[in-house]
């Protein structure tokens, strides 16, 4: 069955950078676009990230954009979201999926920005 795992999430102060991956398994993320969503406390899920088939194509939620690069590795199957810049806002619980969700979302992992 298909399954997300979601992984790089820490707790960092304004203005560090992190990078999450995301591993697919019984899915090949290379066959699909993808996207990066997250999750803050008492809000709901958001897009922040995309990227096409052509890994050329990627789009970024204005929140986001020109802070965040997602990008893919085939070979790995796996697919990344390079995050710098971090805001207090930024805080929430990320996950991958297909950019028309799946019903297989992952645990997520959790990113925290506090001084």
């Known amino acids: 069955q298909v399954q997300f795992v979601e992984s790089g999430g820490d707790l960092v102060q304004p203005g560090e950078s992190l990078t999450l991956s995301c591993e697919a398994f019984?899915?090949?993320?290379?066959?699909?676009?993808m996207a990066w969503y997250r999750q803050a406390p008492g809000k709901q899920r958001e897009l922040v990230a995309r990227?096409?088939?052509?890994?050329?194509?990627?789009d970024y939620a204005d929140s986001v954009k020109g802070r965040f690069i997602i990008s893919r590795d085939n070979i790995k199957n796996t697919m990344y979201l390079q995050m710098n810049s971090l805001k207090p806002e930024d805080t929430a619980v990320y996950y991958c999926n297909r950019h028309t969700p799946l019903n297989s979302w992952g645990q997520g992992t959790q990113v925290s920005v506090s001084s």
């Open positions: 990227i096409g088939v052509i890994a050329t194509y990627t």
């Open positions: 019984a899915f090949l993320l290379s066959s699909w676009p």
